[in-house]
């Protein structure tokens, strides 16, 4: 900057401190003043001149409609003095009295009005008679029929009244005044009929005008036809206001508007202004010229124009002048600038660019070729797109595009190094033109490592402002400087509670020895980790996870400590619930099957170093819950839990040998046993009777008495080790459940042979299905009454091809056990459908066929889609197929129950419920049920007639009174003694089906029965 300021001193011209901007922008300030002068001078004038043409158009506008008012007044005047004539009303009664006075008076009245009309000058003037609407008599213009009616609606008022008549052309007006004339010897009377020349308006505004003033006054008439025009140039006719748009004439005719400025009905701008007037309708407009408005200020204008001419000349030599001393005083400058010029681009520091338009570097700074890599005659001419990372030239170039000469922006961009590395360039781009060329110039400087640095200490704030973790900052004594929020939010403690306090006041509960072993790690290693307590601003400690840091300076010394901690409470709570969990059921909190498996060789070793005791061994008993599916079904799965923990509880009641209860399965508990094995087995007693009390489930505290199939194996008698222990306790629980259930079995060898022949036979059922060795035989069902068969039921029936016949009992749990009982399901279906189909083919009458479905199978997703394919492949009608479902399979969804069962009754299938009262159903459950039939479980059934099987007849009774209530038929299966019979037909039930009637037959056989069923003369009926 020294080298600018030099040459003043030196002996500069004075004013040579000025900017060079400063005389141009003096000179146009100069301009723009002289030209705002003028104009303001200008605008004066017009505001002059159109304050006083407003005043003349007043003056003008009023002193017109008060002469046009005094000239109606007159004519008042005039029907007032002529109505009221004396002379004239009482020649007007005479004429009325008679024929011979209307002949003597006539010619005196019809005298009397010329003589008026020829004086005043009226264009018409009659007298009207209101009770005929006849101009009795009449002068001038004569008036017709319509007119006349006009005349004497309009005179019968006291005093006198303009109206308008269209002319006799209809596109003209007729203007007069009405008056009643009195009439003392009628009671209808007459009207004065006075009509004016309009002519007589025009003379008026004429006689009202100022001399020399320059504008024009006009009439302005509105009636249903639109706006007429009455202007003294255009003589004594209305004319129709035309033009295009709205003009002055019209826009004074709104209501509020008084003055207006613009066109009128001849496209000549004006200034107008409107006066109303005593006629009705009627309004006085003065209007004058824009250019009568301005007459006066056009000379003043050409002066002002003068005027301004000669300023701006005289000031254009001044500015020529100055502009030529100023061009030397540039030419020094620009030497001392280019000196300047050349030191900042060879020893700045900062990057310097200059580039044409076109993106060409014309010249660079020293700096610049350093931080780009380039030699500087490769970067002179080289195209600055090369200098931007791909991805940004884009954006930069549009950064230069956008700029106009003189504007500069800052920037902070990438840009690209010779070797292909990209920096951070942070500074001022600008635009200049000169001589028509426009450039660039750029100048910054490479701020990539202070940005970097920027970047890790904004990282760093928002780490230690939002950490999940508490921060403490200590000095190089491990004093407290600073912290962070979230130490706050866990501890209650603030910075002001810390500052200068030693970090040690955080510790709870570290012993001497590991706060010893931590500064020695933390000495050498410059950190620690571990464990500790921290201790809250109220007293409580909860478990932490520390993390030490110890930062060193440059000569190695410690400088400041930083600990970080998080909070381990939660992290501990899960671990111990998830310890818990592991070996523990969550519904009755014993210990799991896990937790077992953990113990029992413990129990094991325990008993190995004891065995020289006599009689003691380790027994477990496996509990298996009867029919614990059902009570998830009926009542749902929460009843079901509070079923288990009630189970639970009276399990924990067992006697002191009692050494371990566990939740071992779903529906299974174990027992562990410690002591003399005969006791054991007397304990399963114990636990059938804590079981037996009933449980009560449901919102209606429904009873449900709990029983168990029990398993028990020991050890050392029947194992030794836990596996064959836990595998053998199983099995003998298998046992006794496929013995009847509410029973307890002890283990014997050969039951695992029975659960390996389970394999082997599942095995061969899918074998059978596939060849197709499974077959149907039918069970005729009769009415009790009369004991005719009504229907079959399709029994499934498998022969072995080396063991012979399998019971159903047998491999019926097998196939639901693997998933088979689907398949199995649906191909019965299918072929009790085909027999039907068959019989009525052969011309039969087939009897309806009854089969039995599968929980799996009736609630897979296209049951009823596979129900209706048979129905239409083997077009069976309603009635012909019966499907027999268990309560548990009903009640284990029991809505959708509802709607799936009412859809095979609107297919024609008949629904009946099998097993009736081995499950929860109730009363008002079976109300929602659309069956038609109930059927006893042949449990109940077996003990019927038998002396001393009370509770068997209650129960069957029962069940036949509650279908009977319901209007449902009752079946009951498995009557074979007469007794059985007797007792069932004695309480009304419907029908039966046992060996007493038939045994389950093959499809042969049964057709047979058919055969001789149909007598030659019977028909199809209802099936055929």
Request: glycine share 8%; hydrophobic share 45%.
């Given at each position: 900057?020294?080298?600018?300021?030099?040459?003043?001193?030196?002996?500069?011209?004075?004013?040579?401190?000025?900017?060079?901007?400063?005389?141009?922008?003096?000179f146009?300030?100069?301009v723009a003043?002289?030209?705002?002068?003028?104009?303001?001078l200008?605008l004066?004038?017009?505001?002059a001149?159109?304050q006083?043409?407003?005043e003349?158009?007043?003056?003008?506008?009023?002193?017109?409609a008060?002469?046009?008012d005094t000239?109606?007044?007159?004519?008042?005047?005039?029907a007032?003095?002529?109505?009221?004539?004396?002379?004239?009303?009482?020649?007007l009664?005479?004429w009325?009295?008679?024929?011979?006075?209307?002949?003597?008076y006539?010619p005196?009245?019809q005298?009397?009005?010329?003589?008026?009309?020829?004086?005043y000058?009226?264009?018409?003037?009659?007298?009207?008679?209101?009770g005929?609407?006849k101009a009795?008599?009449?002068s001038?213009?004569?008036l017709d029929a319509?007119?006349?009616?006009?005349?004497a609606?309009a005179?019968?008022?006291?005093?006198p009244?303009?109206?308008?008549?269209?002319?006799?052309?209809?596109?003209?007006l007729?203007?007069a005044?009405?008056r009643?004339i009195?009439?003392?010897?009628r009671?209808?009377?007459?009207?004065?009929?006075m009509?004016m020349?309009?002519?007589?308006?025009?003379?008026?505004?004429?006689?009202?005008?100022?001399?020399?003033w320059?504008?024009?006054?006009?009439?302005?008439?509105?009636?249903?036809?639109?706006?007429?025009?009455?202007?003294?140039a255009?003589?004594?006719?209305?004319?129709?206001?035309?033009?295009?748009?709205?003009?002055?004439?019209?826009?004074?005719?709104e209501p509020?508007?008084?003055?207006?400025?613009g066109?009128?009905?001849h496209?000549?701008?004006?200034?107008?202004r409107?006066e109303?007037?005593l006629l009705?309708?009627?309004?006085v407009l003065?209007?004058m010229?824009?250019k009568?408005?301005?007459?006066?200020?056009?000379?003043?204008?050409?002066?002002?124009?003068?005027?301004v001419?000669?300023?701006?000349?005289l000031g254009?030599?001044?500015?020529?002048?100055?502009?030529?001393?100023?061009?030397?005083?540039?030419?020094?400058?620009?030497a001392?600038?280019r000196?300047h010029?050349?030191?900042?681009m060879?020893?700045?520091?900062?990057i310097?660019?200059?580039?044409?338009?076109d993106g060409?570097?014309l010249?660079?700074?020293?700096?610049?070729?350093?931080?780009?890599g380039?030699?500087?005659e490769?970067?002179?001419?080289?195209?600055a797109?090369?200098?931007?990372?791909?991805?940004?030239?884009?954006e930069?170039?549009?950064?230069?595009?956008?700029?106009?000469?003189?504007?500069?922006?800052?920037?902070?961009?990438?840009?690209?190094?010779?070797?292909?590395?990209?920096f951070?360039?942070?500074?001022?781009?600008?635009c200049?033109e000169?001589?028509g060329?426009?450039?660039?110039?750029?100048?910054?400087?490479?701020?990539?490592?202070?940005?970097?640095?920027e970047?890790?200490?904004?990282v760093?704030?928002s780490?230690?402002?939002?950490?999940?973790?508490?921060?403490?900052?200590?000095?190089?004594?491990?004093?407290?400087?600073?912290i962070?929020?979230?130490?706050?939010?866990?501890?209650g403690?603030?910075?002001?509670?810390?500052?200068?306090?030693?970090?040690?006041l955080l510790?709870a509960?570290?012993?001497?020895?590991g706060?010893e072993?931590a500064?020695?790690?933390?000495?050498a290693?410059?950190?620690?980790?571990g464990?500790?307590h921290?201790r809250?601003?109220?007293?409580?400690?909860f478990?932490?996870?520390?993390?030490?840091?110890?930062?060193?300076?440059?000569d190695?010394?410690?400088?400041q400590?930083?600990?970080?901690f998080?909070?381990?409470?939660r992290?501990?709570q899960?671990e111990?619930?998830?310890?818990?969990?592991?070996?523990?059921?969550?519904v009755t909190?014993?210990?799991?099957?896990?937790?077992?498996?953990?113990?029992?060789?413990?129990?094991?070793?325990?008993?190995?170093?004891?065995?020289?005791a006599?009689?003691?061994s380790?027994?477990?008993?496996?509990?298996?819950?009867?029919?614990?599916k059902?009570?998830?079904?009926?009542?749902g799965?929460a009843?079901?839990?509070?079923?288990?923990?009630?189970?639970?509880?009276?399990?924990?009641?067992?006697?002191?040998?009692?050494?371990?209860?566990?939740?071992?399965?779903?529906?299974e508990?174990?027992?562990?046993?410690?002591?003399?094995?005969?006791?054991?087995?007397?304990?399963?007693?114990q636990?059938?009777?804590?079981?037996?009390?009933?449980?009560?489930?449901g919102?209606?505290e429904?009873?449900?008495?709990?029983?168990?199939?029990?398993?028990?194996a020991s050890?050392?008698?029947h194992?030794?080790?836990?596996?064959?222990?836990?595998?053998?306790?199983?099995?003998?629980?298998?046992?006794?459940?496929a013995?009847?259930?509410?029973?307890?079995r002890?283990?014997?060898?050969e039951?695992?042979?029975?659960a390996?022949?389970?394999?082997?036979?599942?095995?061969?059922?899918?074998?059978?299905i596939?060849?197709?060795?499974?077959?149907?035989?039918?069970?005729p069902?009769?009415?009790l009454?009369?004991?005719?068969?009504v229907?079959?039921e399709?029994?499934?029936?498998w022969?072995?091809?080396?063991?012979?016949?399998?019971?159903?009992?047998?491999?019926?749990?097998?196939?639901?056990?693997?998933?088979?009982?689907a398949e199995?399901?649906?191909?019965?279906?299918r072929?009790?459908?085909?027999?039907?189909?068959?019989?009525?083919?052969?011309g039969?009458?087939?009897?309806p066929?009854?089969?039995?479905l599968?929980?799996?199978?009736?609630?897979?997703?296209?049951?009823l889609h596979?129900?209706?394919?048979?129905?239409s492949?083997f077009?069976?009608?309603?009635?012909?197929?019966?499907m027999?479902?268990?309560?548990?399979?009903?009640?284990a969804?029991?809505?959708?129950?509802?709607?799936?069962?009412?859809q095979?009754?609107?297919?024609g299938?008949?629904?009946?419920i099998?097993?009736?009262?081995?499950?929860?159903?109730?009363l008002?459950?079976?109300?929602?049920?659309?069956?038609?039939?109930?059927k006893?479980d042949?449990?109940f059934?077996?003990?019927l007639?038998?002396?001393?099987?009370?509770e068997?007849e209650a129960?069957?009774?029962?069940?036949?009174?509650?279908?009977?209530?319901?209007?449902?038929?009752?079946?009951?299966?498995?009557?074979e003694?007469?007794?059985?019979?007797?007792?069932l037909k004695?309480?009304?039930?419907?029908?039966?089906q046992?060996y007493?009637?038939?045994?389950?037959?093959?499809?042969?056989?049964?057709?047979?029965?058919?055969?001789?069923r149909?007598?030659p003369?019977?028909t199809?009926g209802?099936?055929?």
């Amino acid at each position: 900057m020294a080298t600018e300021s030099s040459p003043a001193r030196d002996g500069a011209q004075p004013g040579a401190w000025l900017p060079g901007w400063a005389v141009p922008l003096a000179f146009a300030a100069f301009v723009a003043g002289v030209i705002a002068l003028g104009i303001a001078l200008h605008l004066q004038g017009r505001r002059a001149a159109e304050q006083i043409a407003s005043e003349t158009l007043r003056v003008t506008s009023e002193l017109s409609a008060h002469s046009l008012d005094t000239w109606l007044t007159e004519r008042s005047g005039d029907a007032e003095a002529i109505g009221s004539n004396p002379l004239l009303v009482k020649e007007l009664d005479h004429w009325w009295q008679g024929e011979a006075q209307r002949a003597e008076y006539t010619p005196f009245i019809q005298q009397h009005l010329e003589g008026i009309r020829r004086v005043y000058g009226y264009r018409s003037i009659a007298v009207v008679d209101v009770g005929t609407d006849k101009a009795v008599f009449s002068s001038g213009a004569p008036l017709d029929a319509q007119q006349r009616s006009r005349v004497a609606q309009a005179g019968t008022g006291a005093y006198p009244r303009w109206i308008e008549l269209p002319a006799e052309n209809g596109a003209g007006l007729r203007l007069a005044l009405a008056r009643s004339i009195a009439d003392t010897t009628r009671g209808t009377g007459h009207v004065l009929y006075m009509e004016m020349d309009l002519q007589w308006l025009v003379d008026t505004l004429a006689k009202a005008k100022l001399p020399n003033w320059g504008g024009e006054t006009i009439l302005v008439h509105r009636d249903a036809r639109g706006l007429q025009i009455l202007a003294p140039a255009s003589g004594s006719g209305l004319q129709p206001l035309g033009g295009p748009g709205p003009v002055v004439e019209s826009l004074l005719t709104e209501p509020g508007v008084s003055v207006v400025q613009g066109p009128n009905r001849h496209g000549v701008a004006v200034m107008a202004r409107r006066e109303n007037v005593l006629l009705p309708s009627w309004m006085v407009l003065s209007l004058m010229p824009d250019k009568a408005v301005y007459a006066a200020v056009q000379d003043r204008s050409k002066l002002l124009v003068l005027g301004v001419a000669v300023l701006l000349l005289l000031g254009s030599l001044l500015y020529a002048a100055w502009r030529r001393g100023d061009h030397h005083r540039h030419a020094a400058r620009e030497a001392g600038l280019r000196r300047h010029y050349e030191q900042v681009m060879r020893g700045s520091t900062d990057i310097f660019f200059l580039t044409d338009n076109d993106g060409i570097i014309l010249d660079v700074s020293q700096a610049g070729v350093d931080v780009y890599g380039y030699p500087r005659e490769q970067l002179i001419g080289m195209n600055a797109q090369r200098l931007r990372p791909p991805e940004q030239a884009a954006e930069q170039a549009e950064i230069l595009e956008a700029m106009q000469p003189g504007e500069s922006r800052q920037v902070r961009i990438p840009r690209l190094r010779a070797d292909g590395s990209t920096f951070l360039l942070e500074g001022t781009v600008g635009c200049f033109e000169s001589e028509g060329m426009r450039y660039y110039v750029g100048m910054g400087r490479d701020i990539t490592r202070q940005a970097e640095v920027e970047t890790q200490l904004r990282v760093a704030a928002s780490f230690f402002d939002r950490s999940a973790a508490a921060i403490v900052v200590g000095d190089r004594d491990k004093r407290v400087v600073s912290i962070n929020p979230h130490l706050t939010k866990i501890t209650g403690y603030t910075l002001e509670d810390l500052q200068g306090q030693p970090t040690v006041l955080l510790n709870a509960g570290l012993d001497p020895a590991g706060v010893e072993r931590a500064r020695a790690i933390l000495k050498a290693e410059g950190f620690w980790e571990g464990e500790m307590h921290i201790r809250r601003k109220d007293g409580t400690v909860f478990p932490a996870r520390l993390l030490v840091c110890a930062h060193r300076g440059a000569d190695g010394q410690v400088e400041q400590h930083v600990d970080l901690f998080t909070d381990l409470t939660r992290l501990k709570q899960a671990e111990s619930q998830a310890e818990y969990l592991a070996v523990h059921d969550p519904v009755t909190r014993l210990p799991n099957r896990a937790r077992l498996e953990q113990d029992l060789p413990q129990y094991i070793a325990a008993l190995t170093v004891q065995s020289a005791a006599p009689h003691n061994s380790l027994s477990l008993a496996l509990v298996n819950l009867d029919r614990f599916k059902s009570v998830n079904e009926s009542f749902g799965y929460a009843q079901g839990d509070v079923f288990l923990v009630e189970v639970a509880e009276r399990l924990r009641g067992l006697s002191a040998d009692l050494k371990g209860l566990y939740r071992y399965g779903g529906d299974e508990f174990m027992l562990v046993l410690a002591g003399n094995p005969v006791t054991h087995a007397l304990l399963i007693s114990q636990v059938r009777a804590l079981l037996a009390p009933p449980i009560r489930l449901g919102a209606q505290e429904h009873p449900v008495s709990p029983t168990a199939s029990i398993g028990i194996a020991s050890s050392p008698e029947h194992a030794r080790t836990a596996e064959e222990l836990l595998h053998n306790v199983e099995a003998a629980m298998r046992i006794a459940k496929a013995q009847g259930r509410n029973t307890w079995r002890l283990y014997a060898p050969e039951m695992n042979a029975s659960a390996y022949d389970d394999m082997l036979l599942a095995v061969d059922l899918r074998q059978a299905i596939d060849v197709g060795d499974l077959e149907l035989h039918l069970q005729p069902q009769f009415t009790l009454a009369h004991g005719q068969p009504v229907g079959m039921e399709a029994l499934l029936r498998w022969t072995h091809r080396t063991r012979g016949p399998v019971s159903p009992a047998r491999f019926i749990p097998i196939a639901e056990s693997s998933g088979m009982i689907a398949e199995i399901g649906a191909w019965v279906l299918r072929e009790a459908a085909r027999i039907w189909s068959r019989w009525r083919g052969e011309g039969l009458v087939p009897l309806p066929i009854a089969v039995n479905l599968s929980a799996v199978q009736f609630q897979a997703p296209d049951f009823l889609h596979e129900v209706g394919r048979v129905l239409s492949e083997f077009d069976l009608p309603a009635g012909a197929l019966e499907m027999e479902l268990t309560e548990g399979t009903l009640m284990a969804n029991m809505d959708a129950a509802v709607d799936i069962l009412r859809q095979l009754v609107d297919m024609g299938i008949q629904i009946a419920i099998d097993d009736f009262g081995t499950g929860y159903s109730s009363l008002s459950y079976l109300r929602r049920f659309p069956v038609s039939k109930l059927k006893i479980d042949r449990s109940f059934i077996l003990d019927l007639g038998r002396h001393g099987n009370e509770e068997a007849e209650a129960i069957a009774s029962a069940v036949i009174a509650m279908a009977k209530s319901l209007k449902l038929r009752v079946i009951a299966e498995g009557v074979e003694t007469p007794e059985q019979r007797d007792f069932l037909k004695d309480h009304g039930c419907d029908e039966v089906q046992g060996y007493l009637y038939a045994r389950p037959m093959p499809v042969e056989a049964a057709t047979a029965l058919l055969v001789q069923r149909t007598s030659p003369t019977e028909t199809q009926g209802n099936f055929a």
